[in-house]
């Protein structure tokens, strides 16, 4: 059973950006941790991105400081990760989750190339 439906993957050139979109389905976020995960062909999964409950702390895995930026809105159970300056090693499926509950999301496609 998927809790999260996600949005906003696609193909875009190097140096582009897109926005993810996460949202609650049948559960409420508001009291969660949430996380962003991806995996590459080939590769593991690796964490992305978390924030707290209430968006005072957020931390990024080393490669994506200073071009994603995770967010939230409690008001309409939605995890957002803006990611810019996008990158062909950022080609990933990318997944929310609660870590907490593991719940998670179906994944999307993210795909950069020329």
């Known amino acids: 059973q998927l809790h999260f439906v996600e949005s906003g993957g696609g193909m875009v050139q190097p140096g582009g950006s897109l926005r993810l979109s996460c949202t609650g389905s049948?559960?409420?976020?508001?009291?969660?941790?949430m996380k962003w995960s991806r995996q590459a062909p080939g590769k593991e999964r690796e964490f992305v991105a978390h924030?707290?409950?209430?968006?005072?702390?957020?931390n990024y895995q080393d490669s994506v400081k200073g071009r994603f930026t995770i967010s939230r809105d409690n008001a309409k159970n939605t995890v957002y990760l803006q990611m810019n300056l996008l990158k062909p090693e950022d080609t990933a499926v990318y997944y929310c989750?609660?870590?907490?509950?593991?719940?998670w999301g179906q994944g999307i496609q993210v795909t950069v190339a020329s």
């Open positions: 049948g559960f409420d976020i508001s009291d969660e941790i």
């Open positions: 989750y609660a870590p907490y509950r593991n719940y």
């Open positions: 924030i707290t409950e209430d968006s005072a702390i957020a």
